[in-house]
């Protein structure tokens, strides 16, 4: 398991292998603790044909942010049907289920190095605001956000060793690395641009490969 959480400055995704279908890699929130949705209630599951595919999250009441690489796969195919879930602790069940119209990713987005790996999509209906399911709460651009430490939820695996994804939302709190250590410890399989950092543990044990959401 990688030493460190890379990622992408506000968003990252959680993938799952569906029959037929190629979706990104399941990932992991590993040594993970039960988070209820009340906590997080921005927290969706993006789904391709009715299974869980991305963490994604409400910015308002008829958009939803993810990853581009969530989306582009399935750009102009009628055949699938994409939806999210939101309000919901289960990935699989409860809450409320919102067919995704409209989506559109960074026209800079590098499928190599997964810069500006953002997408943006439209639900219908449109999300009902309640204390299950809120826009995520984003800081004024004056405000001075403390990024040391970063909440990460998902429904990734929990246990390193089990292929197994998470019935229920999980978390954990990681520290935030330095840019140069991050570089180093990625120099052979990723480049880190400006836009990307990495959260973790050095000694691993609490982290994710990748996450659907990091609050900082």
């Known amino acids: 398991m990688d030493k460190f959480l890379f990622c992408k400055i506000s968003l990252l995704t959680l993938g799952l292998r569906t029959s037929g279908l190629e ?45 581009a690489h969530c989306v582009i796969p399935f750009v102009d195919n009628p055949s699938v049907l994409i939806s999210v879930r939101s309000g919901s602790n289960r990935h699989d069940a409860g809450g409320t289920i919102h067919n995704v119209t409209t989506f559109s990713y960074h026209e800079k987005y590098n499928d190599e190095n997964n810069d500006y790996d953002i997408a943006v999509f439209k639900v219908h209906p449109p999300f009902d605001f309640n204390d299950k399911t809120q826009p995520i709460k984003l800081p004024e651009s004056t405000a001075y956000v403390n990024t040391n430490w970063g ?20 978390y954990v709190i990681v520290p935030k690395v330095k840019k140069e250590t991050c570089k180093q410890d ?6 880190i641009t400006e836009h990307q950092v990495c959260y973790g543990f050095s000694q691993g044990g609490k982290d994710a490969c990748k996450v659907s959401y990091t609050l900082c």
């Open 23 to 67: 979706l990104p890699s399941v990932d992991r929130i590993v040594d993970g603790a039960f988070i209820d949705i009340k906590n997080v209630p921005y927290m969706l599951s993006y789904m391709v044909n009715d299974n869980h595919a991305c963490g994604a999250a409400v910015i308002n009441n008829e958009w939803g942010l993810t990853a």
């Open 151 to 170: 909440l990460v939820a998902g429904w990734g695996y929990f246990i390193d060793s089990d292929p197994i994804l998470s019935e229920n939302l999980q």
């Open 186 to 191: 990625y120099e052979d399989r990723y480049e």
